[in-house]
């Protein structure tokens, strides 16, 4: 993609965002995107940074590794959003300042362990599984209480707060139940002591609903960056 579309695509984005908000009473700076790069190039990265963006969110640890490497010099926070195997803990350590996809406890050992090595902490969303797809990751929402509680034996992981993916549906209101749950449970640990102020929840196809959901953030790749092989999901 040229820099007209990108910068084109991503004022559009923003717009749409906006709007989204304001259509159901929310302050627009109440909501931040997060472009998901996966499977586009470096070029295509440097150009959405020309642009102001800062932060990208990937699927695989092999692509942040290889596009880190090749982008040492625009200072991009990387964000992992994909599912994480504990034995690519060691590269996320260190080289990730988020990882929203935390979802058990073998995990948070391991990332905690090789973060202790590397001498650093970093933000992480617990990802909860809101819909009966087989092909979502997530932890069970009936374990998320006992989960954060037990999240704080880990002082590397700073726990900000949840992620979901809701379900693959052309009915908005089966999406939308899949956001409302995130919050419910979001407000539900309150009594025990989290403090969850993020919820990372819609992506092209659905973040207008999710927004009307109280999301914080919309991950967006193919409304910015184009269209990729396959389907929008991770």
């Not at 579309?5 to 302050?27: I, Q, S, T, Y």
């Not at 695989?60 to 599912?83: F, P």
């Amino acid at each position: 993609m040229d820099h007209l579309h990108l910068a084109a695509n991503w004022a559009d984005v923003r717009h749409r965002v906006a709007e989204a908000c304001r259509a159901v009473g929310r302050d627009p700076a109440e909501v931040t995107i997060l472009p998901v790069s996966k499977t586009f190039g470096v070029e295509t990265v440097r150009a959405a940074v020309a642009l102001g963006m800062r932060r990208f969110g990937e699927n695989k640890v092999q692509e942040i590794r290889d596009k880190a490497a090749a982008l040492e010099d625009a200072a991009i926070e990387w964000v992992m959003i994909g599912h994480l195997q504990t034995n690519k803990a060691r590269d996320v350590a260190r080289l990730v300042s988020e990882v929203q996809s935390l979802d058990r406890l073998d995990l948070a050992e391991a990332l905690h362990r090789r973060l202790c090595l590397e001498g650093r902490a970093i933000d992480v969303l617990v990802q909860v599984k809101t819909s009966h797809e087989e092909s979502k990751y997530g932890l069970p929402p009936g374990e998320l209480p006992a989960f954060l509680d037990r999240l704080h034996d880990y002082d590397t992981l700073r726990v900000r707060g949840l992620m979901t993916m809701a379900a693959h549906s052309e009915e908005p209101a089966e999406v939308r139940a899949c956001f409302r749950q995130l919050r419910e449970l979001r407000e539900a640990t309150l009594d025990r002591g989290h403090e969850l102020s993020r919820l990372s929840m819609g992506m092209s196809g659905d973040f207008a609903l999710a927004i009307a959901e109280g999301s914080t953030e919309v991950r967006i790749g193919t409304a910015i960056f184009g269209r990729r092989g396959y389907a929008d999901r991770h």
